[in-house]
């Protein structure tokens, strides 16, 4: 039996946005996939472990409490370098997987797999601290330079890293997101009445209030809409997601615009309630002109909701060409342009096998068994 340990302590639950969602979907395709073969050692803070306790239903999963807090960002570092080793080799870890970049500096004896969303300091400095700058650049080089394998989550990081990082490509393996959507949806009736909306009569998006997410054109749009448009079409946009730098100067916008009644901001919905507001949208807008990956578009299509979202970066390589695309992010013009051809289209639910929890978590399986078998 192998043994893998998995770094749960970054986790703040309902506070890290993608990389929360792409964690919890591949313990679950590892509690649903794996055999007796493998054993998963899932260290959790003392914050953070009420979230993963109905893993402790499944045998082949064992919660390591940990003294630290996930909120507490800088001793929970300063605690993964001074004791994970340690604990790892006590525990004959395996393997160590780490889901993001922030890995222990020392790789000691331990074999680790550590994945790398995106690189997304380097193409916009300005988010961060001249400080989280150069500890973002060091974790990166020092995953790269301790790990036994990078996994990526697109081509387009792998390209990246390979641009900016002097590593082999072997050292880089693509393994898409794993999106799971259920089927359970929250009633929408009482959604309706929570967030004054009505089926059909509204846009969907999922996002951060980040620049990049470039929800400015979403507003502009909705402004467009409510003062000029003659066609049948909803003025409201209903926006979820965790904050960000940015929701000040966008509530401020709103203000200006005028906006304030088509706007709705839900904050964080659960994933029943999110799936819900997917499958009743007019349709899904996705402006952002960053994402290592992206999983809002893809579950949008996957519930049979029309997408509209930009070319850039993983976007179109995720979406495999099936949304409705534009080519400047910035244009309010051609938003307002795509968004009246939905009327004459028809669109189903689009199937995306690429990213299924079994496939995606038997790769990951499969590199830690490639992995072991070398050592």
Not at 125 to 143: A, D, G, H, T, V
Not at 187 to 195: A, G, I, Q, Y
Not at 258 to 273: C, D, L, R, T, Y
Request: aromatic share 12%.
């Amino acid at each position: 039996m192998l043994k893998i340990g998995i770094d749960l302590l970054w986790v703040r639950p309902q506070k890290v946005g993608g990389s929360e969602s792409y964690v919890r979907n591949l313990l679950d395709g590892f509690s649903n996939n794996s055999s007796n073969e493998f054993k998963f050692i899932l260290f959790v803070s003392k914050d953070n472990e009420y979230s993963f306790l109905t893993y402790e239903n499944n045998s082949n999963f064992i919660l390591k409490r940990c003294n630290v807090r996930s909120e507490k960002i800088l001793s929970r570092i300063i605690w993964e370098n001074l004791f994970l080793n340690k604990i790892a080799a006590k525990e004959k870890i395996d393997v160590m997987f780490i889901p993001i970049y922030s890995k222990p500096f020392f790789r000691k004896k331990l074999s680790y797999v550590t994945t790398i969303h995106d690189l997304q300091a380097l193409h916009y400095p300005e988010y961060f601290s001249r400080l989280k700058n150069i500890w973002l650049k060091f974790s990166w080089k020092n995953s790269i330079k301790t790990s036994k394998k990078i996994i990526t989550i697109s081509n387009f990081v792998k390209d990246d890293i390979l641009k900016n990082f002097n590593v082999r490509q072997d050292e880089i393996q693509v393994i898409y997101n794993p999106v799971k959507i259920q089927e359970e949806m929250s009633n929408f009736e009482e959604l309706s009445k929570k967030l004054k909306i009505e089926s059909k009569k509204y846009f969907y998006t999922v996002s951060s209030m980040l620049p990049h997410k470039n929800l400015e054109v979403l507003l502009n749009l909705i402004k467009k809409l409510k003062m000029e448009s003659n066609y049948e079409i909803p003025n409201k946009l209903v926006i979820s997601g965790i904050g960000g730098t940015q929701k000040e100067p966008l509530v401020n916008l709103i203000n200006n615009l005028k906006i304030e009644g088509n706007i709705i901001m839900s904050g964080f919905v659960s994933n029943s309630e999110r799936n819900s507001l997917y499958k009743n949208a007019y349709a899904f807008l996705f402006p952002s002109i960053f994402e290592g990956f992206g999983m809002p578009p893809i579950e949008a299509m996957m519930l049979g909701t029309p997408v509209i979202t930009t070319k850039l970066a993983s976007i179109p390589e995720v979406t495999q060409g099936k949304c409705i695309y534009v080519d400047d992010p910035k244009n309010v013009e051609e938003w307002y342009e795509k968004i009246i051809k939905i009327q004459d289209m028809n669109f189903n639910k689009c199937i995306f096998e690429e990213y299924h929890l079994e496939r995606i978590s038997k790769k990951y399986l499969e590199t830690f068994y490639k992995i072991v078998n070398k050592n």
